[in-house]
């Protein structure tokens, strides 16, 4: 097996938003804010080689939208999503599996683009099946008011459209004895996060649970979560085997750093070390 970082690049979000009610004093000294208390993110992506599959996890923001609407979130970086996989050997014809931890646009827009003529969606991927869980289809495709503006129909729709969509909870063993797929309802309804074996270590990428270092702490979690007080009770848990079992952590959004150890001290779960792979 082998596993590659995707750097589809970076984009702003409001510092209180992605921080809930945690005061900015605390959060400013890890992730600091601009002039206009926006910080910059990183959309984090993995590239999974089995040997059977070539599976990605995520595709960023992609390109489709307006300039307008893609100036709200100030896309910067050198960060491309085809550049990156490029780099690690690969073309996007030889994707198998595009395995979507959820559906808001920051984790699945790359997955849809516009043709050459720029008159119809098509598939980034068009060899590859498309993952999600039937619940969280559901919850996007008939979103609640608080996520319908970050579930948006032309990165979802192309997906069903061209037959490509599959449901995790539908059918078993679609990806070999070393990726597990753990589940969290707190950022929003079933959000996907993969663990995945390889040799004698285990990698947990977990998504928007806890999308940066910055984020360990328990009570750090995001105001865009559906369920805030269930997203604490699912850190905890995952948090507890983590450390156990001296799993890797991969952050989604870490401005700078992929991967981190936890470990359990008299405060709470802190981070142990914070390092690229």
Known sequence: MQIHVIDAGDFKLDGGAMFGVVPKTLWNKQIPADEN?????????????????????????????????????????????????????????????????????????????????????????????????????????????????????????????????????????????????????????????????????TYLFIADTIPSHAHVHVPYVMGYDIRPLQTMSEKEQLLKQITDNNWTVIFDHDPLHDAAHIQLTEKGYRVADLFNL
């Open 37 to 201: 208390n926006l910080c910059s993110w990183k959309m984090r992506c993995l590239l999974v080689n089995t040997g059977q599959q070539l599976i990605l996890i995520d595709s960023g923001m992609g390109d489709k939208q307006d300039a307008k609407w893609q100036g709200y979130y100030f896309r910067h970086g050198d960060g491309d999503l085809i550049e990156s996989i490029k780099k690690a050997g690969y073309s996007p014809t030889e994707i198998t599996d595009v395995l979507c931890t959820h559906l808001h646009f920051d984790h699945c827009g790359g997955s849809v683009k516009w043709n050459t003529a720029k008159d119809r969606l098509e598939l980034t991927f068009p060899n590859a099946k498309y993952w999600t869980h039937s619940a969280h289809w559901e919850s996007a495709t008939k979103p609640n008011p608080r996520e319908k503006a970050t579930f948006l129909k032309e990165n979802i729709l192309p997906m069903q459209e061209t037959g490509a969509l599959h449901f995790t909870d539908k059918e078993t063993k679609t990806f070999g004895d070393d990726i597990a797929l753990l589940y969290a309802d707190g950022h929003t309804e079933k959000m996907i996060m993969p663990k995945i074996k390889h040799g004698e270590k």
